[in-house]
């Protein structure tokens, strides 16, 4: 009797797991339309990228105080007897990128100014050009991306490292 329910179980499990090897939905390839895009659609996106290059402003205008604090705390930590060669490179690294990408940040105010294709509310004037706008606008947030090249995220690794290394 236990053995004919085990293999009762065991039979059930191995069905569920054919069956969860499947998928549950199917998968098609585009066909030669693509959808096309809404002006609906470009107002969200644009309105998306607006606060996304607002956000990165911020980012920059903090920037100064944010490093020179760091630095600060840098400096601290090096009198005290501390390794920080990680952690200044890495910084010296951020600086370095940011510097870089401030005039590629500018170049993109331009294309911002400009909103050829969208009214000054965000409304879709003509698709064409709006579309020609959020893509010149997407590759300079791509462009800048690239000239930081992941060096904010190699400083708080840095950070973080040094804190448990340096525990109080």
């Given amino acids: 009797m236990k053995t004919m329910f085990n293999k009762m179980i065991l039979a059930v499990l191995t069905a569920a797991l054919v069956f969860a090897s499947f998928p549950a939905t199917s998968a098609f390839a585009q066909g030669e339309n693509p959808p096309k895009l809404t002006n609906e659609k470009l107002e969200q996106i644009w309105a998306r990228q607006l606060m996304r290059y607002e956000k990165i402003g911020k980012a920059f205008d ?30 010296d690294n951020y600086k370095a990128a940011l510097k870089t990408a401030k005039p590629i940040y500018e170049s993109a105010k331009g294309i911002i ?24 606008l997407r590759g300079k947030m791509e462009e800048l991306k690239s000239a930081m090249n ?17 525990k109080p």
């Fill in 62 to 91: 903090e920037s100064d105080a944010r490093l020179t604090k760091l630095q600060e705390l840098i400096d601290k930590a090096k009198a005290n007897g501390k390794d920080v060669t990680a952690v200044q490179t890495a910084l």
């Fill in 113 to 136: 100014a400009s909103h050829q294709g969208f009214d000054a509310n965000g409304k879709v004037t003509d698709a064409e050009k709006a579309k020609s706008t959020l893509k010149d």
């Fill in 150 to 166: 992941g060096t904010r995220k190699a400083l708080g690794e840095a950070v973080k490292k040094f804190r448990a290394a340096n």
